[in-house]
Every structure is written in structure tokens, then in C-alpha cells.
């Protein structure tokens, strides 16, 4: 029954969930849209609804808000925080507020702690309790991060998070939880159980921060989870508070020859070549920064590239870039100013500096420094005996610790661990393989069990 109200449209790479829901008489509400609207737009046309409301949970820091798209190009109505200060027009909702949206019924419960601001959205049926949209307080097995607003209000938000937790595990058992952040977002706290959805009675048996005996032990699991998150975080809830900037449908950027490509990386842009691993470790331009166009590129790009000099894309003729403006789009990236036009092909052709990396499959080798690049929940899971770890996002101003010896560079599959090595070859190290697989493998290959803990 709910599957024909509700429908869940998973952004994979962000490790997020936006929400549409069929009102029942052609329209809809959509639930935390993000700026890159054609997941839901599709899921919209194909259940022929017409998007009338947008509702966000809190002021998101790991995307920006299609709210405001949605209202210039649906005229849907915006509904979020009274208290978010937003600068745009909207309809701000206090505590117990209620929007009739014909025939069901979006009621606001306050719920800090993520967010200063944060609400979630209890969707009725009459009197009948359907659902809540939790955003990011209560997700399925643990809750959000609090440490996104600032480092002096951590805990303040989560005791508040404590508080928010319990007023929505106080629901009905039946209630449907459709959480925001989910598995694989870095707004999460700790562990995440995979899925978009939840329930109040499962989330109230098995949530282990629901469980924590008191508000102290509570506070001390969460923060004692968090882990690093992308620096793009810090600019976003700000941009949201103050709206995004309204897209057109089609996003372009500027054909380059290879000379042009050169001329702008001597006055300061960057190339960021989105091809497979396989492909920049045959060629790329010299100093490219690979970051792999799939669905974590969004993540990636904002851990590693610049938000505030000019980008060049690199593609293979295959990949879409429209997936690549998009994806960059989201997470604010409006700095890509074109594309090598011709490829590598073409910019080998024009005689411009070229490198290479070595990518291996896992083989017996001594004398090299294994360098695991993945994050720290991931190396303390299981990592090869002796790996240097320092986390991807913290590589740029890490890379001096290192020195240049012989090393292989790892993550779980390799895309992390090439851009890892052309981040490593800027700086300097020459002497470096990529490995085309995980810690598993190399272990396995070398004879070795892996390490848990640091």
C-alpha cells in the first residue's frame, strides 16, 4: 500500500534518499529533492504527477536543495523550518504545524540535533499516523552527524539529537521511517543498515543509540562514530540557506582544444580526467587529477578538486556529461568550464606532457610500502599487516609525510587508489603501482592474514 504512495529515489553515490509522494489526484510532494532532479523527475513521469510541494527536512549540507528549482519550474510550494532563516520565499513551519495536501495531512515535528533547524515530516491518513520523514535524525540503525554546524555545538546538537531520537521512537510501532541519509552518506554517525526505508518498531528494537541506557552514553556513542566528511560540507548549508541558483534543464560547458586546455591549466585550472582506471593509467595529461565518473564521483570531487578554480573535464567518448556536469552541480561545483574536446587522442596529437601509472594485480612483492587510502572504519575492518594508512580526503596535505619511495597504493577496488597516485605523482612520487583490487587480494598473494584495529 505505501509503495503506491511513497516512492524512495536513492542517490547512490551520496548514500541519500529524496522521497515523492502521490497525493492522489495528480500531484505530488517531493521529500529533500536534490538540484539534480532527473531521478525524481522520472519517477514523477512515470507515475504522471505533477510536483506541487517540496518539502525539506533541514538545511543540507552534502547537497544543494532542488526546493527552489522545483518552485521555478513546477511552481511547487516550498515547505521547511521556520527557523532556517532561509532567503527565499517559503512556507516556514513551527513545531505541530499541519499542511492539508488533500486528503493527506504533512505535520512538522521539530527534531534537532543534525541541524539546528531540523524538522521531520509525519505524513496522516486522517488520523492515521502513515509515516515520518526523519531526514537526518533517526536513519535506519543510527542516526546523523552533529559536528556539520560547528565544532563548538557538537554536543550541544547531540543532546538535542538524544531528545529528537526519543520523541520519534515514541511513534507507533507501524510507523514507516524514511530517512534521508542512509549507507555510504558521510552525514551518517557510525554504522548504517543498508536500505532506504525502516520502521519506528524495528529502529526502537535494533537502533543500538536508541538503546544507549541515558543522554551521556548516548552522546558518547555518537560523537565517538563520527568520522572525516568532504570540505564542501562546511559551504552548503550556507548556500542553501540563501537558495540555489536555478539551472537550466540542459547544462553546458565550452568545447577545448588541447591548446586551450594548456593555456588555462598555466593560469591555474585543472584537468580532472573522469575516465576508468584503467585508461588514465595508460596516458593522461601530466598533473590530471583522475577521479572516476561513477556514482560516488559527486563525493570525490568535492574531497579532492578545487570549488574555487577552473575545472576541465576529460571523458571518453562513451561517458555522458551530463552525468558529470550534474553530479559536479550538486554538490555547488559550477566551476567546470569545459572539456578537452578530441580526448586524449587529441591532446597527445598536439605533443602536450603526458604520464602514466603503473595498475598491477596483486602478485608476491617485497620491499614496497603498502599505502591503504581508504577510510578509517574500512582499515580498521581488516588491512594488509604494515600499511600505511592516511585517509584520501586527507592526502593533499599529507602527501609531505610520505617521502618518495617504492609504494602501492590501495583502496578497496582501485578507483579511490589511482586518484590517490596522481594526487601522490603531482607531489612528486615517482615510484608508485596502483593496485587493481582490495587488501583481500594482496594479502592473499602474499601470504598474509589481515589486521583489524589501527
Known sequence: MLDDIVSPVVDEGLGNSSYLVDLGDGRALAVDACLDLRGLRAEADRRGLRIAFAADTHLHADFLSGSMQLAATDEARVLASASGGRAFEHLGLEDNDDVDLGGLTLRALTTPGHTDEHLAYLLLDGYREIGVFTGGSLIVGSAARTDLVSADRTEKLARAQYHSLHRLAALPDEVTVWPTHGAGSFCSAGAVRSGAATSIGTERASNPLIAAPDEDAFVAMLLGSLGNYPPYFD??????RRGPAVLPSLLQVTSM??????????????????RPVASFA????????????RPAFASWLGWLAPHDRPLVILRDGQ????????????????NIVGELAGGIVAWMGAGLDTGSISLTEARPMEGVRVLDIRQTAEFEAGHVPGAVHVELGDLPVRIDELGDEPTVVMCGHGERAMGAASLLTRAGVSDLLV??????????ANGQILETGR
Open 235 to 240: 559551504r552548503l548549508g550556507e548556500e542553501n
Open 257 to 274: 582544444d588541447p591548446a586551450a586546455v594548456h593555456r588555462a591549466c598555466e593560469a591555474g585550472a585543472e584537468i580532472i580526467d573522469v
Open 282 to 293: 595508460e596516458v593522461h595529461p601530466r598533473g590530471a587529477l583522475s577521479i572516476p565518473l
Open 319 to 334: 561517458q555522458d556529461l551530463d552525468e558529470v556536469l550534474w553530479q559536479a552541480a550538486k554538490i555547488g561545483y559550477q
Open 435 to 444: 593496485l587493481d583490487g582490495g587488501p583481500e587480494d594482496w594479502a592473499g
